[in-house]
Every structure is written in C-alpha cells, then in structure tokens.
C-alpha cells in the first residue's frame, strides 16, 4: 500500500508593507531617474529604508519582466528613492505612471508554509529579466495549481538557478525527515557548483 | 491516510464542519478575516471569520493546526480546531 505523506516546507516571507499605483513617472524622463510617486500614499509611516519595492504590471497589466528595488531613501509621503535590484538585464530605472507595485519590509517576516508533494516541477515558468520568480507547478495528470515565490535578488549571479538548486536541496532534505515532522525550512539558495549561501529574502508567495 | 481540520461553524456550540488537509498546498491569510486554503487540484476552500485578525494571526494559527493535526496518529482522523479569537469561524466554502 501507498500511502503520501504530506509535506511543508516553512519559510519566512517578508511582510508586505504597502502596495499601491504610480500617480507620475518616476523614471529619468518624468520626476526620476529611480523614484516612486504616489499622490495617495503615506510612506512615512509604512516604508523604511532598505524595504523592498516589486512592480509587477502597468494598470493592471502584469509585466513578463518586472523591475525589482530597495527603497534608498523615503522622501515624503508621496515619494520614494529606489536602488535597481536584480539581475542587470532586467534592472529598471524607476517606476513609470500607472506602474502596480508592491512593497515588502527588509526586516518583518512571517513564516508561511508550502505544501511540496505533488510538485512536478520548479522553475522559471515564464523567463523574466530580473530574475525575481520561481514557480512551482502541481499535479502531474492535470495541472491546475501553481504557486509562485517572488524573491529579492542582489545582482546578475542570483538567478533562478541558485534558488531552484536551494528549494530542491531543501525538498529533499525535508524527504529524509520522517512522521511526525511535517515541515523543514527552506532558506538557502545554491549555486551550480554546489557553494549555500542564505537566500536574500522571499518577498511573497502566492497562487497564481 | 486522510486528516481532516474539525471546526465549530457559526458559534461556539454550533455545528462542526471538516475541512481536508488531502492535498493541501498553501495557507494563505488575505484579509483580516478570510483565509484561503488552495489544493493540489486547483480548488480553494475559503474560511470567513465573523471578527478580524491582524495579519498574519490567522494564517499562523490556521497553519499551526495543520501541522498539529498531521502529527497526530492514524486513528486521529479529525483535528479539533479551535478557531482562533472567537472559537468559531462564520462560514467555509469551497470553489
């Protein structure tokens, strides 16, 4: 008889903060180069240095690349400086009027568990240039879920790769666990040649 | 080896309802008094709480009982959830 067991991997996602819509460019050709603009936000009181800000579409259009930052300096209520993080092809140089974003804490986490059994692959479903997404696709003979983690990324050598090897060690080393443990961390990323290092941070992890 | 979550619906005293742990993939808190529990299949029961929570305090309670409940022996089949602030949790769906 076979029987599965169920699995979770915990890991510490980052708070989201504020989300919201550009009321004005913030690139270099409107207020930029590297702002955020938002008439109707109070990011004194939400944001701190160091936050991390994802802009995912454009009114409501998800973007395939979407630009990835750290929040360098909190202006005003209204306005952000940003740092353009992620890898260098898909670094951005602020974001434009109507651009959809989300922002995360650099600091608050919650722990959130993710069910790994029934997981036929983990990957880059859709190729984005800032290498912030990994998708993990459930159910073999009728696909029907997926999740996707979005993930701080300091630069050009912190790809999808790394956090592809790091979710699969974890999977693994979650296997060799037995009943009654239920879930194993996951918190490292993991180059092609085998170096750990911790993860920047998971920014969110939701169904799509 | 099937687990259920028992949860009071309604009020305290009132009716209980089994919500599956078979499958389940991911916990999600998506306001101060929903949270979303999505399944393998694509399916996605929705439990309302008739008073809110700050997030995350429902998720991490929801996702506490999940692990507590697949902990427990295999004649343990349903896992008293004792919804969190009230008790009891207003309405469970499933879409």
Redesign the interface.
């Known amino acids: 008889m076979y ?1 599965k067991m ?1 699995k ?1 991997l915990e890991i510490d996602v980052a ?1 989201e903060v504020d989300s919201g819509q550009a009321t004005s460019d913030g690139t270099g050709s409107g207020n930029g180069p590297n702002k955020l603009n938002d008439s109707g936000q109070n990011f004194v009181a939400t944001v701190a240095v160091g936050d991390w800000v994802y802009v995912y579409g454009v009114n409501g259009t998800p973007q395939a690349s979407p630009h990835l930052y750290q929040v360098a300096t909190v202006d005003s209520n209204t306005e952000l400086t940003l740092t353009p993080k992620g890898a260098t092809a898909g670094l951005g140089t602020g974001v434009v009027n109507q651009g959809d974003y989300y922002i995360y804490s650099n600091t608050v986490t ?6 790994v059994s ?1 997981v036929i692959t983990a990957r880059e479903n859709t190729p984005d240039a800032a290498n912030v997404k990994l998708n993990l696709l ?2 073999r003979d ?1 696909p ?2 997926s ?1 996707q983690f979005v993930y701080a990324n300091n630069g050009a050598n912190d790809n999808s790769a790394d956090m592809m090897n790091g979710y699969n060690e974890a999977v693994e080393n979650l296997y060799h666990s037995t ?5 194993g961390k996951w918190e490292d990323k993991i180059t092609n040649a085998g170096v750990v290092s911790k993860a920047y941070k998971i920014l969110s ?3 799509v | 080896m099937e687990k259920f979550l028992k949860i009071n619906v309604a009020s305290s005293g009132g009716p209980t309802q089994l919500v599956a742990l078979h499958d389940l993939k991911l916990v999600e808190q998506t306001s101060t008094t929903v949270v979303k529990l999505s399944y393998n299949g694509g399916r996605v029961t929705t439990i309302t709480w008739p008073n809110g929570e700050a997030f995350p305090a429902l998720q991490t309670s929801v996702q506490n009982a999940v692990k507590a409940a697949l902990a427990t022996g295999w004649t343990e089949v349903a896992y008293p959830y004792l919804a969190k602030k009230d008790g009891y949790v207003d309405t469970i769906a499933t879409a």
């Not at chain 1, 919650?110 to 069910?115: A, I, L, N, R, T």
């Not at chain 1, 009943?179 to 879930?183: D, K």
């Open positions: 029987i169920e979770f708070r919650q722990s959130q568990m993710v069910g029934d459930y159910n009728n029907q879920l999740i009943w009654p443990n239920v879930t992890i939701k169904k």
